[in-house]
């Protein structure tokens, strides 16, 4: 086990195997804020406010960038949440769009939306498209068991091999690219993107958009289902010429520049985030040394560019910015470097990034939409001292902030709206796994849920009963089919200050990060834990401290004066779009501590309206101390949790000077 490093040697990789996505469930409030985003939320009702994300894009070969990518991610994650326990009108949307895009599928066995003429000419990010594409589908197969679904991967995975090759290779300009142009879709966005390399003074050079590197998640989907060894060598193939193009980008995945400590994180911070997994995979795929030294180079970058509620500096680019609380960062990084944290979770097994994976998804991911699943906020950031849709905080090409509250934002910006789709159904899908020889099963990331799947060819239901992260406490019952002998395993959260455990005559072994229970399990055993969460403070990088109790990042709310910029959009009443501003008067983010002792004198109290089905507009607990204004005056504030508040201060400068009011 390594206890520094966050990636382990090979002959532990992996430590985990991903559980297929229909053996999973939620439950509680997570199944409950996944319904009501389907019902009522942006995330069912995307096509009133942007028309043109439908299966149109496959079924016309329309070639556009934005609509595949768009409609692809969120068709992965409506699939995944229509699924989780939505309605069957939910589902019969999903089976009709899947329907559709397989319907168009052409006797070459192709499924994708670029014309016959415009393919692999490096055109429209088109492996991109067709990796979009292909992880709805392999999400459909994996919920439905419709194999229709898996085989038309699978024949578009050969054309595509086929067609990009060392002859043809995708990642590389040939001559006579130039005659190809890709005409943009009225109404369509993205299709003429450029690549950030970071640098604002040097003109855009249109380089092959590095998007299509992440044709790998369909190869390492692929490799899973069917253990072809042809996969993952196609995935090293596009990674290995990723790697020495000079035509794409951005570039901190190339092996060069990842494998150089002192070059920082520049490049499109959701480009950053998804490629990382690219390296995590190989290293488990191919056992080979140099991608576990790029994994662990990946994991210690992304570490160095973490701001406190735990997303990855991203606004949109990395540019090496310091993490500081106010930094921005796009709904699209986060949702992607989710996946990738878990990716690296079931590969290395460290529980150091169960933690990280937690922290960003109950902060940074639930601080940056609304409760109601109405709108989110295209950028972020832990302090959010106003909200508008046009203003520059971050690196100067971000001319549009879309830092206000929306539920598709302008053309060119729903790219968030679709990834926020998927943020919540990819948690669960994570949050438990078998351990990789099959022997047992694991509860890797926490909160209410239901897994259902075989061990040792004996069916197993285990419900884990828990409001967490709004509950300290979590019950996990089983239901066997017969008595099975194996390990359950349970990860233990990194901000626990104590752990009782109740698990009767089970035999109990505990590693970093974890607890092993061991027995004959059968129908009534229960296993039951209780975390003691101390109120802890955090230093942020520019030496302010925030506040956390357990998973939770607590926050200041601060005062705001609500700016309409539109009433309804796509004729739903609820779908508004609004700024916030600062109450007039108020300086922008007026709190200190003062530090004194291990908590500053801060205590979790109930909130008497605490909702359980709706934690995050009504939290169990809110955190009471001292805080102080500028001038030295003391008062007792009320933090909330990050992901309950809208303009916030989440850090706060430390005082030596004053002392308890
Ligand atoms: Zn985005």
Redesign the pocket.
Known sequence: MCAAAMVCGAPECPVYEPLLLREIQPRGWMAGQLRNDALRGVAGNLQKVRPQYTPATWVHKTGSAGAAELTGNWLDGYTRMAYYGGYASERSKVNRYVREILDAQEPSGYVGNMPADLRWKRLNRDLFNESRTGVALLAYYEMTGEQEALDAVIATADVIMANYNEDNPPFIYQPGDENYRAEPVEGEEGADDFVDDGDPAKPKPRKINGHVLMYVDVCEWLYRLTGEKKYVEYAEFLYRQYSESNDIGPDDIKLDVLLDPEIPLEGHG?HVAEHFRVPFFLACATGKDIYYKASQAALEKFSRFRTPSGALVSD?GVHGQMPLPEQGY????TTEMTASLASALQKFGNPEVGDWIEWLVFNAAQGARTPDGTMIN?LSAATVTRAKERMNLGYPHNSNGRWHYSPAHQVG?S??TA?AVKLMPYYVGSMWMRSADGAGLAALLLGPSEVRTRVGGVLVTIREETGYPFEDRVRFHFETAAPVEFPFEVRIPGWAGSVETYAPRAAVTEGKGRKIFRKKWRTGDTVELKFGHPVRLRECVNGEVAIARGPLLYAQPLPAEKKVLKKSRGGVPEFTEWELLPESGEPAAPWSIAPINPDAGFKAVENPAYDPERPWAHPRWFLEGPLYLRRGKGAVSRLKPLGSTFLRQAAFPVRRDVSPP
């Open positions: 959701a949109e796009e709904y699209c990084a295209y910006g790219c968030c990834n």
